[in-house]
């Protein structure tokens, strides 16, 4: 009996137990430098710019899956389909997602779509909102850029030596 009580306090968190759902470390094994430098690359290169993303070698060893993965957490949603390939502000995303309480339904703390299917012009709609509404403006991407010449400087520096 001993050993199963032992064995079970050692087993670890379960799914979806994860506090790093709310600490904004987007996936268990990612540091919050990993997660700020993925939220960089989303803003920069846009999300689902997975293999852009991966090229920069900013996030070594990460898998596209796990890229994902970590977004989906980072957004705070399941679904990514209106949002690839915009650059978008990630943090207010998150924010508005974290707010929205009616209406919704989670999965492991993310928003899922359960409704029907969108079509061709809703999903067209609902990315023009998405642009709208989380657009990044000229200060934000000059912001971003910064931060990500800061990135790969610091990366290619720590490399050569």
């Known amino acids: 009996m ?5 064995l079970q306090e050692k087993r670890g968190p379960r799914i979806g137990d994860s506090a790093s759902l709310w600490n904004f470390t987007p996936a268990p094994g990612w540091s919050r430098d990993e997660t700020n430098r993925l939220r960089i690359c989303l803003q920069k290169f846009g999300v689902g710019q997975w293999k852009l ?8 060893g990460k898998m596209i899956q796990q890229l994902n993965g970590a977004t989906q957490r980072l957004l705070g949603q399941q679904s990514l389909a209106s949002l690839t390939g915009l650059q978008v502000d990630i943090d207010r995303i998150r924010k508005d997602n974290e707010d929205r309480k ?4 989670r999965k492991s703390g993310l928003i899922i779509n359960d409704g029907p299917a969108l079509s061709k012009e809703q999903k067209a709609q609902l990315r023009r909102d998405m642009i709208s509404k989380y657009g990044l403006t000229k200060e934000q991407r000059a912001e971003t850029d910064r931060q990500f010449i800061e990135y790969t400087s610091a990366s290619s520096s720590s490399s050569s030596s």
């Open 2 to 6: 001993a050993l199963a009580e032992s």
């Open 53 to 60: 993303i991966s090229a920069t070698n900013l996030l070594p």
């Open 102 to 105: 009616e209406g919704v339904t």
